[in-house]
């Protein structure tokens, strides 16, 4: 008898990335292919279809390699770029990247208002959130006007698979159509952008069973059980073990993803004070629970950085770091103001090394990062741990910094955790692996 594997799929910005495991969450195999954005300047979209495809032949490539009998595939992602579709379910328009500045806010605050919108959408009145990025469809593409559905990108490719169509709570609290105050759909938003009653499907929690891969896809997915593994950052959390009471995750990848996890919800003065500073609060995915989200650009920045400097390669970035470290920061006077669509840099002369360039860098993030800590820890308590994930964490500066920052931390080891979290939770879906808090 063929062995069970499971499938993860993690819908990135920059790549798809799918592990296949064993049912003890063993990576069996693995394959990504580059996200089918089309970039032009700030602006980044993609045809849902595309994507789709892309999704669905990253996760046949790492079945193969891995054989055995799929028992279950499970997604994750990002949230805020979604999908209008018609009464077929057929996509009006293409997804928006979360990062592009294409939003409509104006009409948000005048028909909905800046406090209570923060107060029931949990998150800040910007052009990241998927109401702002419909409000300008709307406007560029008349049809989405009468738009029936709305899916985020994991649930579309689910969808695409033969899975029902429905929006699971964590990714569908980071839209603005959803009250996370009250766990609901937000009518009044939804009928911003012209949308019924319908607009959102079904809720669901990640790891519920809403479907099974139908005969129209690869062979090797076929009849495999589907389930939206939630967002991305939140099935990395859960993976990594930082999902518990009292923990903070801090996640460095291209955003630094800040996240505590608790049960019980925050006054509303709380939920909109938290979303003026982008601390979004959402709907876990693990049931009943909670979790307050905050991003910064910090990767994206470090990557500027070394761009601007030439430093390419992962050994490159760790000796510029090391070198870093070596730079007295109190005669250091470089300055970085960063957000997610520019770089600048004062009191830059001919002196100055990359090496200053990239200490001032570093600290002037650690110090935006702190003070969302600072923040989150103000209507949550103090964290009693501290687990940090990604690629940056390795580079010795930005260690150095986190240890000055929170004291004492640990590194999570964990191998494709947005990938291999959302194995985890095919799992749950199928039976294997039991929901554990």
């Not at 790891?207 to 939140?234: C, K, M, W, Y």
């Not at 995750?249 to 982008?278: C, H, Q, V, W, Y």
């Not at 910064?296 to 050994?315: H, I, Q």
């Amino acid at each position: 008898m063929s062995k069970q594997i499971l499938i993860g799929v993690d819908i990135g910005t920059s790549n798809i990335k799918a592990v296949a495991t064993d049912t003890s969450l063993k990576i069996l195999a693995e394959y990504s292919e580059v996200t089918p954005f089309t970039h032009e300047k700030n602006f980044s979209e993609i045809d849902a279809h595309k994507l789709a495809q892309t999704v669905i032949s990253v996760a046949s490539k790492a079945a193969q390699d891995a054989g055995g009998v799929v028992a279950a595939i499970a997604f994750t992602g990002f949230s805020e770029t979604g999908f209008l579709l018609d009464d077929a379910g057929n996509p009006l328009a293409p997804g928006l990247a979360w990062h592009d500045p294409r939003g409509l806010t104006e009409p948000i605050i005048k028909e909905l208002g800046d406090f209570e919108f923060r107060a029931r959408a949990g998150a800040p009145v910007n052009e990241i959130i998927s109401l702002s990025k419909t409000l300008w469809l709307n406007k560029e593409y008349p049809k989405t006007k009468s738009a029936k559905y709305f899916l985020s990108a994991p649930e579309w490719v689910a969808y695409c698979l033969g899975a029902e169509m429905v929006n699971e709570l964590s990714l569908v609290s980071r839209t603005g159509f959803f009250n996370v105050e009250a766990r609901t759909p937000w009518l009044e938003a939804i009928e911003l952008v012209g949308g019924g009653k319908d607009f959102l499907a079904k809720l669901v929690v990640a790891g519920e069973v809403i479907g099974r891969v139908n005969q129209s896809a690869p062979e090797n997915l076929r009849g495999a059980i589907i389930t939206i593994a939630g967002h991305d950052h939140f099935t990395a959390a859960f993976y990594s073990g930082a999902i518990n009471e009292g923990t903070l995750f801090d996640s460095m990848g291209t955003a630094e993803a800040l996240l505590r996890t608790f049960k019980t919800s925050l006054p509303r003065e709380a939920i909109a004070e938290l979303a003026a500073a982008n601390v979004g609060l959402s709907c876990s995915v693990i049931p009943d629970h909670y979790t307050l989200l905050g991003a910064l650009p910090t990767g994206l920045t470090l990557e500027r950085v070394c761009a601007l400097l030439g430093v390419k390669t992962r050994a490159e970035k760790i000796a510029l770091g090391e070198a870093a470290l070596r730079v007295d920061s109190s005669t250091n006077t470089l300055q970085i103001v960063n957000n997610y669509h520019g770089l600048s840099v004062t009191n830059l002369d001919e002196g100055a090394s990359p090496a200053a360039l990239f200490r001032a860098a570093t600290e002037h993030l650690v110090r935006d990062s702190e003070q969302m800590v600072s923040l989150i820890e103000k209507f949550t308590g103090k964290s009693k741990e501290v687990i940090i994930a990604g690629g940056w964490i390795k580079n010795p500066m930005i260690a150095s910094q986190k240890s000055k920052q929170f004291g004492e931390y640990k590194v999570s080891d964990a191998q494709e955790a947005g990938a291999t979290g959302a194995a985890q939770f095919a799992g749950i879906a199928a039976g294997i692996i039991n929901l554990s808090i």
